[in-house]
């Protein structure tokens, strides 16, 4: 079975720029998650789905930040306009509704703002 | 609130040796317990859970005992192997709220 598919692998954008990471969890999964990664602040939620509707967003940075579920099977994480701060390595995970507390990661998407 | 704290890394050591790495956690109630781990260049991959107090968890050789009048979940292995060289993340979920709380992990480097 695929496991959660995250697109671009890499993106390397300009300041200003909007960018606009996908995500496809794993089929029958009913809540997905994205986190970002930095050095500097460890791995942070952004924000959650459950049944495709955005359940926590406490963790999304600012309005600069946007997330969306249209339908079971893709989400997207967009940043508009972009930020040098903004460059980490994003990941998407999701869980089942059966035995949902653990999550399945994708491989991360790493966002270069120059 | 629930937090995870980690034995801070980065953490060395030679092949066949014992590993430990510290997890201690503050939660209400009764939270599951996570340990995840990241190879370079990859996402978290589930290493094991416990559930309940006194559950041991384990895979590849690693474990983790739920001690809950200690409030811990540590990790150990008898005998890393280079292949082990990773992050390791210790976590918590509890309940019905499925987000979970991540410690700040722990570098591993397994020399040969």
């Known amino acids: 079975d695929a496991g959660v598919i995250q697109s671009p692998r890499h993106e390397v954008t300009e300041m200003g720029q909007e960018v606009t990471l996908r995500c496809k969890p794993i089929s029958g999964h009913n809540s997905l998650f994205w986190y970002r990664q930095t050095m500097m602040r460890g791995l942070e939620l952004l924000i959650y789905?459950?049944?495709?509707?955005?359940?926590?967003d406490s963790g999304m940075p600012e309005d600069r930040f946007s997330a969306k579920m249209p339908n079971a099977s893709f989400s997207t994480l967009k940043i508009q306009p972009s930020e040098p701060r903004d460059s980490a390595v994003y990941f998407c995970?999701?869980?089942?509704?059966?035995?949902?507390?653990?999550?399945?990661f994708g491989p991360g998407t790493r966002l270069l703002v120059l | 609130g629930n937090s995870v704290t980690q034995m801070e890394g980065p953490v060395t050591l030679s092949e066949e040796a014992f590993l430990t790495i510290n997890c201690t956690y503050t939660a209400t109630g009764y939270p599951s317990l996570f340990w995840y781990v990241q190879y370079p260049g990859e996402g978290l991959q589930l290493l094991l859970k416990?559930?309940?107090?006194?559950d041991k968890g384990s895979n590849k050789g690693f474990e983790a005992t739920y001690r809950k009048e200690t409030t811990s979940f540590h990790l150990e292995k008898g005998s890393v192997q280079v292949s082990d060289s990773a992050v390791y993340f210790c976590a918590l979920s509890r309940g019905s709220a499925r987000q979970l709380t991540f410690g700040s992990g722990t570098q591993l480097t397994v020399l040969p």
């Open positions: 995970a999701s869980s089942p509704a059966e035995g949902g507390e653990t999550q399945y």
């Open positions: 789905f459950n049944n495709n509707v955005p359940i926590d």
């Open positions: 416990a559930t309940k107090a006194d």
